[in-house]
């Protein structure tokens, strides 16, 4: 069987490439590639339907990204020992590859379509979220699926002060900017990343770099397309439309439809508004066939969606009447929950966040169990969204993949700020819980989490807040609007959606959708200057709640004391079998965790009350420390023989106490001085090369008055 395999490389500039393969693996599938840097390979397919579902007026693309955990050598955890369902790693992949190729489709293809890839062989140091976006696009420029690309995505980060394309993942230890950037050889659709508190001049630079490397590797795929004979997509009719419709309804309602939008009416009222043009509209139609309804109401959102942009253009004048710049009212309050380690409500517009902190220790962290990244960690954020927030009725099955993503955006955010590793020693988790949501909640959540974090006495480094920009422009490109603090319906009507999140310093964190192309670095870099006012007003609003961390945890809150003991003795504190820390655990009522780093053992002890920590600090004290000459300690007779008795100082280290060491005056023999059991006082006076200690009474006793002479 012969195989026309195709090859093509993209060269870094730095000595690094990127393969490109086709025609050798899932030939079945519409189109096919396996993309590979270093010993990361990724199988990425894509297969979509020739016809499109009745009634849909959508894309209904589905994006999943899979390790197979045999591609580090692994065998996955838990009972059944196969992949499960997508953790939230590959969850937040497959949403920066799905952000990237959507608005790449034509709008009028509704077909079924599905892109899958698979990371089948991983190299520990090369990433390969960065390469999934360039996968799914080859595999759409090798197939016939209509596309207006090709796409590509990079990371881009800053390390010692220089740009890097698609950095190691050692390499990113060290780096103050790393962003996902994608694009296609014209224009940047999509942007994700964390920052250390950059200049909005330096975000823009990082992208221009970025788009210069997608340039490259979009030039390849047009040469991998044109190489496999697939320059002409297939030819496809899935949408039905009636001009003298489309006529009709832009006559009857566009002006009502743009005086409603001009009243500045709220959420609930100006929907219920829109409704009532169109159902009064469909009603002059009589008995229309399914087919004529579903236009009907395309059409009129189409009327709604040009009212609400030229009411914008023309007057600058939004749907609850705010100019373009102005931030909806804000109102905070912290410690809301008495009994939470830290509580804050944010509240902007319709916007409501009810967000806890909970303090806990080394145990809580979070084990991450995946085929690329496994390990643990101790920062957790989680985001809720349920349907009454929006006045819906949805049921409740979990964190779904928007929950996550918005999750991460605010995780990334607050974690810039949040104390080092050696001063802070708790887990700390966040949950936002959405109360209220019409308009960009996963902002309020990082407003909301810095104020429960600073309630909860968490040192953080500086507040952070973050705002939501949208961007409304004409159809040439002429005239556009920047909108801070955007409505979920300017959202939804709007040419992008541009989160940024950061201090009074710099930008911590973005979050970037285009809808349009051509859009200038001159907008963008407006966009971004705008969004910094926004940004600091809003911290400004913060401040009048609290401005800084409280001195210190609220009362009911847990402590953690850490530590450090020689090497050693890590084994003696645990004792056989746990023996020994799970004694002192339970009679002291602290959680003790042990763990080492280096030549020494970091020891954590947490608990709700200081006594339980006091007495767990002195128990490890006990078994840990090494005796020092000169120190005085209580110790206990634990044999008596005739030359001395052996005191135990600390458990398990015993000393003699030498007959001569007892008093002043002279002892003949040991009868009657003391019983096993007897506590004494002595002091360490040695400890020779063998490591037996030498202890004294007498030395702690006052000298007896010598006798005055006659």
């Known amino acids: 069987m012969s195989l026309k395999v195709i090859n093509k490389v993209i060269d870094l500039g730095d000595g690094r490439t990127i393969e490109i393969e086709t025609g050798k693996l899932a030939k079945q599938a519409d189109g096919s590639v396996v993309v590979k840097m270093g010993n990361t390979m990724l199988l990425a397919t894509v297969v979509s339907s020739l016809e499109a579902k009745e009634g849909v007026d959508f894309l209904p693309l589905s994006v999943d990204y899979q390790e197979k955990y045999a591609a580090t050598g692994r065998i996955p955890g838990g009972f059944l020992r196969r992949e499960a369902r997508l953790s939230d790693y590959e969850v937040l992949i497959s949403r920066l590859v799905d952000r990237a190729l959507r608005p790449m489709f034509p709008e009028d293809y509704h077909a079924d379509t599905q892109v899958m890839i698979s990371l089948i062989s991983a190299d520990k140091d090369i990433m390969p979220d960065c390469l999934a976006g360039l996968a799914a696009s080859a595999a759409l420029a090798v197939s016939d699926i209509p596309f207006n690309g090709p796409i590509s995505e990079v990371r881009v980060a800053k390390i010692d002060g220089q740009l890097v394309i698609n950095p190691t993942l050692s390499q990113l230890a060290n780096a103050t900017l790393e962003f996902i950037v994608a694009g296609s050889e014209h224009d940047i659709n999509m942007v994700e990343g964390e920052s250390k508190e950059i200049q909005e001049a330096e975000l823009v630079e ?80 009589g008995e229309i066939d399914d087919v004529t309804k579903f236009l009907a109401k395309k059409y009129y959102h189409d009327v709604e969606y ?33 009994a939470a380690h830290g509580s804050a409500v944010f509240t902007r517009g319709e916007t409501q966040s009810l967000t806890t902190v909970t303090l806990g220790a080394k145990d809580d962290e979070q084990m991450i169990d995946g085929a690329f990244i496994n390990g643990y960690q101790k920062f957790l954020l989680h985001y809720n969204f349920p349907g009454f927030s929006t006045g819906e009725v949805r049921p409740n099955r979990g964190a779904g993949r928007r929950e996550i993503g918005h999750g991460n955006l605010a995780m990334r955010s607050l974690k810039q700020v949040l104390p080092a590793d050696d ?21 309020a959540t990082v407003c909301a989490g810095t104020l429960a974090l600073m309630d909860a006495g968490v040192k953080i480094t500086n507040p952070v807040s973050g705002i939501a920009m949208g961007l409304i422009t004409n159809e040439m490109g002429t005239k556009y609007a920047i909108l801070s603090d955007i409505l979920g319906d300017e959202d939804h009507l709007g040419d992008m959606d541009f989160k940024v999140t950061g201090t009074k310093n710099g930008v911590v964190a973005v979050q970037m959708d285009l809808k349009i192309n051509g859009l200038s670095y001159e907008v963008l870099t407006n966009a971004l200057n705008q969004a910094k006012e926004g940004r600091l007003h809003i911290l400004g609003e913060m401040a009048k709640t609290m401005s800084a961390p409280r001195e210190d945890y609220k009362p009911h809150a847990p402590r953690i004391i850490t ?48 006594e339980a920590i006091d007495k767990a600090v002195s128990r490890i004290k006990a078994i840990a420390s090494k005796p020092e000459v000169g120190e005085i300690y209580d110790g206990k007779v634990k044999s008596i023989m005739p030359f001395g008795a052996f005191v135990e100082i600390m458990p398990g280290k015993d ?36 490591g037996k200690l030498k202890l004294s009474r007498k030395v702690l006793l006052p000298k007896p008055e010598k006798p005055e002479a006659n």
């Open 206 to 285: 990082a992208i221009k770099f970025a788009h210069e490397a997608i340039k490259v590797q979009c030039f390849i795929q047009k040469q991998l397309t044109e190489e496999v004979g697939k320059t002409e997509k297939r030819v496809y009719s899935h949408e039905n439309s009636n001009e003298e419709l489309k006529k009709a309804i832009y006559a009857a309602t566009y002006d009502k439809v743009y005086a409603i939008a001009s009243e500045a009416s709220a959420k609930d009222e100006r929907t219920a508004k829109f409704k009532a043009v169109r159902d009064e509209f469909i009603e002059t139609l």
């Open 306 to 338: 040009d009212a609400i942009r030229n009411l914008v253009l023309d007057e600058g004048k939004r749907l609850d009447g705010r100019t373009t710049t102005q931030i909806r009212p804000i109102w905070s309050e912290v410690g809301y929950l008495p």
């Open 423 to 443: 001063s802070n020693p708790y887990t700390i988790r966040i949950v936002s819980d959405i109360l209220e949501s019409n308009g960009s909640s996963s902002m």
């Open 563 to 610: 530590i450090k003991i020689d090497k050693e003795f890590i084994g003696a504190v645990i004792g056989p079998g746990g023996k020994i820390i799970q004694e002192m655990q339970r009679e002291t009522g602290a959680t003790i965790s042990i763990e080492e780093v280096g030549n020494q053992g970091i020891v954590q002890i947490f608990a709700d009350n200081k």
């Open 655 to 690: 000393g003699l106490l030498h007959i001569s060491e007892i008093d002043h005056k002279r002892f003949e023999t040991m009868d009657g001085i003391f019983q096993v059991g007897d506590e004494v006082r002595v002091k360490l006076l040695d400890v020779d090369k063998q």
